[in-house]
């Protein structure tokens, strides 16, 4: 059964950077595209990036583009998502996912918290 861990979180002040990875393991799987995905407290899930397993094409919420960097690799089955210039409203549980073509979620890690205070 594949399962995705997340690492990387924590807490930050506003401008900071932070850098998360996700690493999917427990067999084979077929995915379009590795995700990052985040949810704060009383708010819906919101997408963030995602990066394509097959030619690399990338993806970005227009909230952090700009700003986040997300990249892969499949030899690995790791994505990361590296960020930067943070602020307060990037507080969010980030979670990883294997998302199909319209970058839906279909399987997803536990998350890993991240805080950016004022």
């Known amino acids: 059964q594949v399962r995705l861990v997340e690492s990387g979180g924590g807490l930050v002040q506003a401008g900071g950077s932070l850098g998360l990875s996700c690493a999917a393991s427990?067999?084979?799987?077929?995915?379009?595209?590795m995700g990052w995905f985040r949810q704060a407290p009383g708010k819906d899930r919101e997408f963030v990036a995602a990066?394509?397993?097959?030619?690399?094409?990338?993806y970005y919420a227009d909230s952090v583009k700009g700003r986040f960097t997300i990249s892969g690799d499949n030899a690995k089955n790791t994505v990361y998502l590296q960020m930067n210039s943070l602020k307060p409203e990037d507080t969010a549980l980030y979670y990883c996912?294997?998302?199909?073509?319209?970058?839906?979620?279909?399987?997803r890690g536990q998350g890993t918290q991240v805080t950016v205070s004022p």
């Open positions: 990066i394509s397993r097959s030619g690399g094409n990338t």
């Open positions: 427990g067999g084979t799987f077929r995915t379009y595209a």
């Open positions: 996912a294997l998302c199909n073509e319209r970058l839906w979620p279909q399987l």
